[in-house]
């Protein structure tokens, strides 16, 4: 099992940044990719990055290539904490942004997740 704690979201103008934080923590093997989906008031969660467990490989979905990067700490004995700069913010960046861990494979270019955090609301006014 691991328990997935995203951080860092609140209300932006568009133009401006956030830097979105997660933490996974909770099981001895920690060579597992983790990143980022997104959802707007809908019921599709649109993916955002993703990161290999090295770091060496990142994944971006088109909308956010150029402006966003994804970044990962893996020091902590216990946790592995990936990162979600986010530059350039649009309105359109809006909705609640979760993070996930442990892709068991991938679909169409998106990481299936096993593990997931509550998510945290990202907000960009025009």
């Known amino acids: 099992q691991l328990q997935v704690v995203e951080s860092g979201g609140g209300l932006v103008q568009a133009g401006g940044s956030l830097r979105l934080s997660c933490a996974a923590s909770g099981r001895t093997s920690r060579r597992y990719v983790m990143g980022w989906f997104r959802q707007a008031p809908g019921p599709e969660r649109d993916f955002v990055a993703a990161?290999?467990?090295?770091?060496?490989?990142?994944?971006?979905?088109d909308s956010v290539k150029g402006r966003f990067t994804i970044s990962r700490d893996n020091a902590n004995d216990t946790t592995n904490t990936v990162y979600l700069q986010m530059n350039s913010l649009k309105p359109e960046d809006t909705g609640v942004y979760y993070c996930g861990a442990d892709a068991t494979g991938w679909t169409s270019g998106r990481p299936n997740f096993g593990f997931w955090g509550q998510g945290t609301q990202v907000t960009v006014s025009s």
């Open positions: 990161i290999t467990w090295s770091g060496s490989i990142t994944y971006y979905s």
